[in-house]
């Protein structure tokens, strides 16, 4: 196998003589076999394309080495690149103290080229600083910015001037039209007015006086004033405002600082009454509770009116059971300074009447045998119990005194022919008011019936007496029944 290698070498030289050198290396072969073909071809190698460098402000002899094929029969070789400086300008700006153009040079010349500069200022301008010399042009022309600005004349303000007068130390300027001495001399006022609740008035006037120089701008004529003058301190002194109990003043007048921006001005203090709240409070001193109350907002030394009358409600409050004990509000009375003074309470108390209630109890007893008929009249008594109260015409409420007792005497069971009762009484007892009626039963069962006596022995003779006849029970029975019957009357 033989092999063979070429070389491009390119040298970039830059502006400021420094060179770069850039190698590219190619190699090609081919196979030898002997016996064989005796001139085989070459393989083909490749030179890349190679950029040259871009310089801002220069043009370079060549943009592109192009990319090439190297082949057996190739030659090393050489490229030599350079740069030449682009035509350039540098421009100065002349700038007004307001940051606008007013006027603009350009200076032509060729890249990294320093060129002199002759000044070139507009008219009626003057330069603040100076104006370079010489500059170097570079690709980019950034501007190099000059203030100026323009030519001025002073006024003193002990001298003012008419306007249209010639400026001295000027060929064709006037003073501007406009220009008096008021420009030059300002005087502040304060006027205080203070009118009293009585509308009577008082007025104090305080002055104080500013002085300024001018100065006349000799390009465009506008006048630009100095600062005013302090020949001290200036000040408007403090006014007292007289306090009147009951009443606001709408503002103070205090000392205040005067600057030439001040403006004159009047000052009018006024008197106003104060807000006040009036309140009527109603107060249950029986329950010691709060009923009720009422707001009302008003002036100070204005009668109070509430929006609900006192003596409405209070009437109202009677109607319902209330007694009115105190009440301390009077028709008339105004708001005074303090709304402690203006708060007021209505007491009233219940009222009571005498009530009484009374309630009937029944004692009702059933004489009934076991299947629940009568067998006996029933026995009935009543008693009437009576209670006493009082009763609150707020609440309708009722306090009752201790109730009278009733009482139900003992009922003796009436006697049934043969007949026995399961209760020989109803005990005697007594009832308070609210108890329900009595109802009472007695049952009656049958008595036993004797047996017939047996017969005689053989001997003939008996073996008991024969047996008597049963107590007459009418007579007791009755008695018995009166005497209930008393008892139930009773």
């Known amino acids: 196998m033989l092999k063979k290698t070429a070389t491009r070498t390119i040298n970039v030289t830059t502006p400021d003589g420094k060179t770069a050198t850039v190698k590219q290396t190619a190699t090609w072969a081919k196979r030898v076999d002997f016996g064989k073909d005796a001139h085989p ?3 083909t190698g490749e030179w890349t394309s190679y950029d040259v460098p871009i310089i801002p402000g220069y043009t370079a002899s060549q943009s592109n080495v192009a990319k090439e094929a190297v082949t057996g029969t190739t030659k090393d070789q050489t490229v030599n690149i350079t740069y030449t400086a682009n035509d350039g300008t540098q421009t100065i700006i002349y700038q007004g103290e307001d940051d606008s153009e007013i006027g603009k040079q350009v200076i032509h010349g060729k890249t990294d080229e320093t060129v002199k500069v002759t000044p070139d200022v ?3 301008y ?7 010399s010489e500059v170097t042009i570079k690709p980019d022309d950034t501007p190099i910015t000059i203030t100026i600005e323009h030519g001025k004349s002073h006024i003193d303000p002990d001298k003012p001037v008419n306007s249209g007068e010639h400026i001295p130390g000027t060929t064709d300027k006037t003073y501007p039209s406009g220009l ?3 420009d030059l001399n300002k005087t502040i006022t304060r006027e205080v007015t203070i009118t009293d609740p009585t509308g009577k008035k008082s007025t104090t006037t305080q002055t104080v006086t500013f002085t300024r120089g001018a100065t006349v701008d000799e390009v465009t004529n506008k006048v630009t004033y100095d600062d005013w003058s302090e020949n001290g301190k200036h000040t408007f002194d403090k006014v007292d405002v007289p306090t009147v109990p009951g009443y606001t003043v709408s503002g103070e007048v205090p000392e205040v600082v005067v600057t030439p921006e001040t403006q004159s001005s009047k000052v009018n203090i006024a008197y106003t009454a104060n807000a006040q709240t009036a309140t009527i409070t109603y107060i249950d001193d029986t329950e010691k509770k709060t009923l009720g109350s009422d707001k009302q907002n008003g002036k100070f030394n204005q009668v109070i009116t509430f929006e609900h009358d006192p003596a409405e409600v209070i009437k109202g409050l009677e109607e319902k059971g209330y007694k009115l004990v105190s009440n301390d509000f009077k ?6 300074n303090d709304n402690k003074s203006n708060s007021f309470e209505v007491h009233l108390v219940h009222t009571y009447e005498p009530v009484e209630t009374s309630q009937t109890i029944t004692e009702t007893v059933h004489y009934i045998d076991a299947n629940g008929k009568p067998v ?11 209670v006493t109260g009082t009763r609150d015409k707020v609440t309708d409420s009722i306090t009752w005194n201790t109730p009278s007792t009733g009482h139900f005497d003992e009922v003796i069971s009436p006697v049934v022919p043969n007949m026995t009762p399961d209760k020989k009484l109803i005990p005697s007892h007594d009832v308070q008011y609210g108890d329900s009626d009595i109802t009472e039963s007695v049952v009656y069962t049958p008595d036993e019936i004797p047996s017939e006596p047996e017969k005689p022995n053989d001997q003939g003779k008996p073996n008991s007496k024969t047996p008597e006849k049963p107590n007459k029970p009418c007579n007791s029975a009755s008695k018995t029944s009166e005497k209930s019957n008393k ?3 009773e």
């Open 331 to 336: 028709p008339g009375i105004k708001y005074q």
């Open 122 to 124: 507009p008219d009626g």
């Open 180 to 182: 008096t001495h008021d």
């Open 126 to 132: 003057v330069v603040k600083g100076e104006v370079p």
């Open 41 to 43: 071809d070459w393989t």
């Open 376 to 386: 006996a009249p029933d026995h009935v008594a009543t008693v009437v119990v009576k």
């Open 487 to 489: 008892s139930s009357k």
